[in-house]
């Protein structure tokens, strides 16, 4: 519409000459368009700033103005004089919007099993697949290539944009089978025991069930006798035997326990990639946990949230117990090493507590049935 | 031999369109509803059936109904409406 942007204003000319009229205007320099004839009165428009310098041309030619309508913008702001806040509001949204949605401000992962997500953000951020990054700059393909190069575990990926949001979708690659060993070898005791089943797959037997062996004894020779000599092979087999294990627990009424202690809490305020540190910047000593709590729509990441950086810095807790409770921490401690028993058979489990001045000592002493065999090189 | 009559002359020697040297009036006439003219010098008449112009040339009298001047700048003009009539006087 002509006169949109600067306004517009449609006008009435009544009576003396109209012709006249549009002549001093046209010498004044003001244009006016759509005009037309209706009885006494000339219709006609003009851009509202040069409305006023029509006013000595209707005097010389007789006729009088009258303004019949305002158009355009200016007058249709008008009304929001007094709330210029609002305009300035849904201008500058506007601007916002149009200059946020070519960016990038979701990255999501899909895909991975074994890789995390932080790890392939990090690959990808100094490839230009990050928060407020401009996904048409990015070279795609020399990113794939170049991410594949870094991440040696993931066998394709690929990157592709919806608005906003980039997804990377990666398929890692299969686990390798591991080759069989052939080197020879022989199967030795890893504990002192007594043999209760042998069974070989392969190689020649050194003991019998029921025989007494010592740490390092050979259970199963890799080294088998034949015609034409000896031959070596890689002993394969199993030998469960019955031994001993002996685990003491000793919790003390007083301990001192290492820990770690809070020194500081560093938040900084992200806002669709911009950081705002709420914290005076100095040195700091200590480990370093960062502590991420994002705004999530339809369980999406948005870009915008607060990072708390923690700085823990090394302590000692001084733990004082009864003995009621030296007891019962050195029954869960002692629980907690058998654990590693669980891959044979528990034939007798004996305990014994003492409780001297300083603390608690809880003695398990154990009966297991479970595999001695561990094999050894011959070269 | 005035300034006008070697302009035109010069454009009929070069074979050139009569208007290029000199500042003649040009009227392009678009069906029955648009009449864009250039050389405008004034508004003589503007009434609803009747628009006259006039020109270095003399006057322009368009005839019809519901006649308008859409647009008016400089020596152009843009007469719009069911033209029935063009007369040339002067």
């Keep these: 519409m002509r006169g949109f942007w600067s306004g517009a204003v449609e006008f009435e000319a009544l009576g003396g000459f ?14 006016i368009w759509n005009a037309r004839r209706q009885g006494m009165s000339l ?52 601007v916002l919007l149009h200059a946020l949605s070519s960016r990038v401000w979701v990255v999501t992962v899909e895909g991975n099993q074994t890789v995390t997500d932080t790890e392939i953000t990090d690959v990808l951020t100094p490839l230009g697949i990050h928060l407020g990054a401009n996904f048409d700059d990015v070279d795609i393909a020399a990113l794939r290539l170049e991410a594949l190069r870094q991440l040696p575990t993931v066998g394709w990926l690929s990157v592709s944009q919806s608005g906003s ?3 990377v979708k990666v398929k890692e690659k299969e686990p390798s089978v591991p080759t069989e060993e052939t080197a020879p070898a022989d199967i030795v005791a890893a504990a002192d025991g007594v043999v209760r089943r042998v069974t070989v797959t392969s190689g020649q037997a050194a003991v019998k069930e029921g025989d ?18 000896p031959m070596l092979r890689r002993a394969r087999g199993s030998v469960v035997g019955e031994v001993t ?19 500081e809490v560093r938040p900084t305020v992200v806002f669709f990639g911009l950081s705002v540190p709420l914290y005076t910047d100095g040195e700091t000593e200590g480990r370093l946990v960062e502590e991420r709590r994002w705004v ?42 058998e654990k590693p028993f669980a891959d044979g058979t528990v034939e007798s489990r004996a305990v014994s507590e003492s409780v001297t001045e300083n603390g608690v000592t809880v003695t398990g002493v154990y009966t297991l049935v479970r595999e001695i065999g561990q094999t050894r090189d011959i070269f | 031999m005035n300034r006008r009559e070697v302009c035109e002359r010069t454009e009929h020697a070069l074979g050139l369109p009569t208007g290029t040297l000199t500042s003649g009036v040009r009227l392009e006439i678009t069906d029955n509803r648009r009449a864009v003219i250039e050389g405008c010098k004034r508004i003589v008449t503007y009434e609803e059936d009747e628009i006259c112009v006039a020109t270095a040339a003399g006057c322009v009298r368009f005839r019809g109904r519901e006649l308008c001047m859409t647009a008016r700048a400089g020596e152009q003009a843009v007469v719009t409406g069911r033209l029935t009539c063009v007369e040339y006087e002067g």
């Excluded at chain 1, 007494?212 to 000599?229: F, M, Q």
């Design chain 1, 245 to 263: 294990e002996t685990v003491s627990i000793t919790v003390p009424f007083a301990e001192e326990v290492p820990c770690e202690k809070q020194a």
């Design chain 1, 18 to 31: 109209p012709e006249r009229f549009m002549n001093e205007a046209e010498a004044c320099d003001v244009t």
């Design chain 1, 296 to 337: 999530r729509v339809g369980g999406r990441e948005l870009p915008i949230g607060i990072t708390l950086t923690r700085v823990m810095t090394p302590n000692t807790q001084t733990i004082t117990r009864t003995a009621d409770e030296a007891l019962a921490e050195a029954h869960r401690r002692l629980a907690e090493a």
């Design chain 1, 165 to 167: 949001v980039v997804t």
């Design chain 1, 212 to 229: 007494t062996v010592a740490k390092g004894d050979l259970l199963i020779s890799g080294c088998l006798e034949s015609e034409n000599g």
């Design chain 1, 43 to 94: 219709f006609g428009s003009c851009r509202a700033v040069d409305y006023g310098a029509l006013r000595p041309a209707a005097k010389k030619s007789g006729v009088r103005l009258r303004i019949k309508r305002r158009l355009g913008l200016p007058f249709w702001l008008r009304p929001f004089r007094a709330r210029w806040g609002m305009v300035v509001g849904c201008v500058s949204a506007l």
